[in-house]
C-alpha cells in the first residue's frame, strides 16, 4: 500500500498542469474500484463550486437543478468532518429523513452508489471535498481507506500548488518529530512508534502534534504527505 502511495507521489511531483495531475488521480482511483470522482467546495453547507466532476451523464444537472445539497448529508456533515467517511454512515443517530432517502435512491437510480467522502479543511471556514463512489449498488471498499486518503490529500496539495501557488512553509521538524512521522508513513500506531524509539505513548502524540502545527497539517496522514513533499521523509 505504501509503494503504491509513494508511486503516486512520485509520479506527480513534477506535473505542470491540473490537467495531467487529474488523470493521474482518475488512473489511482479507478484501480481502487472507484467509477465515479467529485471535486467540490462547501460554504456554510452548501456547494460553493465544483472544480470538476467525473458521473453518470445527467447525475450532475439532476443534482444541481433539484439543489440537493440542501439535503444531501454528506454536504451537511462535511464541515464538522475531521477525517474520511462512508455516505451510510452520516444518518447519525435518528437515522436518515424520508427526504435523505429518497435522495440516496435517486442517486442509486442515476449511477451513484456506495461513496466515501474526503474533507480537506482550509482556511477558517473553507472546507473542500472530493467524493468517490460506484455505479453498481455494492459496499464501498473501505478497508483501503487510508489508501485513497493519502491519494487524495495529495492530489489536493499539487492541485493548490499548481492552480493558485499555495506552497508549504513549514517550520523546521526536530529529530524525534521527524523519526515519528517517518514511521507513521510505515502504518505504525502511536504506541508502536513508542516502542521502536524508547519513549512513550504521550511523547509519541506530542511530537506528532507539534509536527503537524509546523507542517500545518490538521491530521497525520496529511503530515506525511506534505513531509514527503518537502523532502523530509524520503520515498
Known amino acids: 500500500m505504501v509503494a503504491m502511495v509513494e508511486e503516486f507521489i512520485e509520479s506527480t511531483q513534477d506535473v505542470a498542469s491540473d490537467t495531467k495531475l487529474k488523470q493521474l488521480f482518475l488512473t489511482a482511483i479507478e484501480e481502487e474500484g472507484y467509477e465515479n470522482v467529485v471535486f467540490a467546495r462547501v460554504r456554510n453547507r452548501r456547494l460553493s463550486s465544483i472544480p470538476w466532476s467525473e458521473f453518470p451523464a445527467g447525475y450532475l444537472d439532476a443534482y444541481q437543478t433539484g439543489q440537493w445539497d440542501k439535503i444531501d448529508p454528506v454536504v451537511q456533515r462535511i464541515q464538522s468532518a475531521r477525517r474520511p467517511f462512508v455516505w451510510s454512515d452520516t444518518g447519525g443517530?435518528?437515522?436518515?429523513?424520508?427526504?435523505?432517502?429518497?435522495?440516496?435512491?435517486?442517486?442509486?437510480?442515476?449511477?451513484?452508489?456506495?461513496?466515501?467522502?474526503?474533507?480537506?479543511?482550509?482556511?477558517?471556514?473553507?472546507?473542500?471535498?472530493?467524493s468517490l463512489s460506484l455505479r453498481e449498488k455494492c459496499a464501498a471498499p473501505t478497508p483501503r481507506m487510508t489508501h485513497v486518503y493519502m491519494l487524495t490529500v495529495q492530489y489536493w496539495l499539487k492541485y493548490c500548488e499548481l492552480t493558485d501557488g499555495r506552497r508549504s512553509q513549514s517550520a523546521p521538524l526536530t529529530c524525534q518529530e521527524l523519526e515519528c512521522l517517518r514511521w507513521c508513513k510505515e502504518g505504525k500506531t502511536n504506541w508502536e512508534i513508542g516502542e521502536i524509539l524508547s519513549i512513550s505513548e504521550k511523547t509519541v502524540e506530542f511530537h506528532l502534534a507539534n509536527a503537524m502545527r509546523k507542517l500545518g497539517a490538521n491530521n497525520r496522514i496529511t503530515a506525511v504527505i506534505v513531509g514527503i513533499k518537502e523532502g523530509l521523509i524520503p520515498l
Open 93 to 130: 443517530e435518528a437515522g436518515f429523513s424520508q427526504q435523505q432517502k429518497a435522495f440516496f435512491e435517486q442517486c442509486r437510480e442515476l449511477g451513484v452508489h456506495s461513496g466515501i467522502t474526503i474533507p480537506i479543511h482550509g482556511i477558517g471556514s473553507e472546507v473542500d471535498l472530493i
